[in-house]
């Protein structure tokens, strides 16, 4: 039994990473990776329900497995692997749903959100894709799932599974999680609508900030992101959402209270506020993305990474898919 409660978490290596990811996720990974024993996966499997280019998946999970070790998540801490190594993830899958009752999965508003009008045509993948989420955390007993504000119902899913499942069996197998919102890790909406979460999946380059983009690239964007005609900064996320997110953005990054920022830049027009705003992710992610390509550059280290990781995970896997098996009669 590991000593350290265990946290798991994962990002789909679909689009480019942006800085709504590092400031919801990987930054919040990077300062638990000493108190936890921590568990991040690339989780490929999950990136098969849209849309996805064979070679652009390779390239993708190369770039988020270096992106994770320069923004600070260090491979002798952590466990850093891919979803699709570990064969255990698709095993318990299937297990888990035949535990999962179909009105659990009808009510989850992602796939609602996802499939949109086009439900029949949907894959069973993307309706049963809460069911794989579930089994990436109850494989390892994970105590804690860091997630953003929009998975929260996945989580409670995965728990109320994980209680059924236990309850069948008459057995404390699987541990029962909890969801970790960071409050301070505010949601970063889109810099072209405010009323949506930036997202990668965005047909919009310009909506986003990527963690991949060159300075010249972040300062066009943060230029033309949209901003109302008020003459003055204040923090105001109904009334005046778009600046509201700007300033969430700046809080995030120099951990600056948004008090405190709209204090400091309370006389300066929306276009000063937005060159400082350019400077302060410029400091932070261009160094990022720079170490990023260096360790891409570096095949052979970028392979031991992910090959002592798999193998670390295969361990913890194995095993608990072992009791599992046994306790269903499968074994």
């Not at 409660?5 to 300062?31: C, D, E, H, M």
Request: with cysteine.
């Amino acid at each position: 039994m590991h000593n350290k409660k265990r946290v798991f978490s994962g990002i789909q290596p679909t689009g480019k990473i942006t800085i709504g990811n590092y400031l919801g996720a990987i930054k919040n990974w990077v300062a638990m990776q000493q108190q936890y024993d921590c568990l991040f996966c690339i989780v490929d499997l999950h990136s098969l329900t849209s849309n996805f280019n064979p070679q652009e998946l390779q390239e993708n999970i190369r770039y988020n497995i270096a992106l994770y070790i320069a923004a600070g998540l260090n491979p002798d801490n952590v466990t850093i692997f891919r979803q699709s190594k570990v064969s255990e993830h698709s095993e318990l899958t299937w297990i888990l749903s035949c535990f999962t009752q179909m009105g659990w999965l009808n009510r989850m508003t992602q796939f609602k959100d996802k499939a949109g009008k086009n439900k029949e045509t949907a894959n069973l993948g993307l309706y049963s894709y809460p069911v794989l989420m579930a089994a990436d955390i109850l494989l390892y007993n994970a105590n804690i799932v860091p997630v953003g504000e929009d998975q929260k119902q996945h989580i409670e899913l995965t728990r109320d599974i994980a209680i059924s499942f236990n309850k069948k069996v008459g057995k404390e197998i699987f541990t029962i999680p909890d969801a970790v919102i960071d409050s301070k890790a505010k949601r970063i909406m889109s810099l072209k609508d405010a009323s949506k979460k930036m997202s990668k999946s965005d047909p919009s380059d310009i909506s986003r900030i990527n963690m991949s983009d060159n300075e010249e690239l972040i300062r066009k964007k943060i230029r033309k992101a949209k901003t109302d005609d008020a003459p003055c900064i204040s923090y105001n996320p109904i009334d005046r959402p778009e600046i509201s997110n700007l300033i969430d953005i700046y809080s995030c990054f120099t951990e600056i209270d948004v008090n405190k920022v709209v204090k400091n830049f309370e006389l300066m027009k929306n276009s000063e506020f937005k060159e400082a705003l350019a400077d302060v992710i410029i400091k932070k992610i261009c160094p990022i993305h720079q170490k990023t390509i260096q360790i891409m550059e570096d095949k052979e280290y970028l392979e031991e990474i992910t090959k002592n990781g798999t193998m670390k995970a295969k361990a913890i896997a194995e095993k608990n898919i072992g009791i599992v098996k046994q306790i269903i009669g499968i074994s």
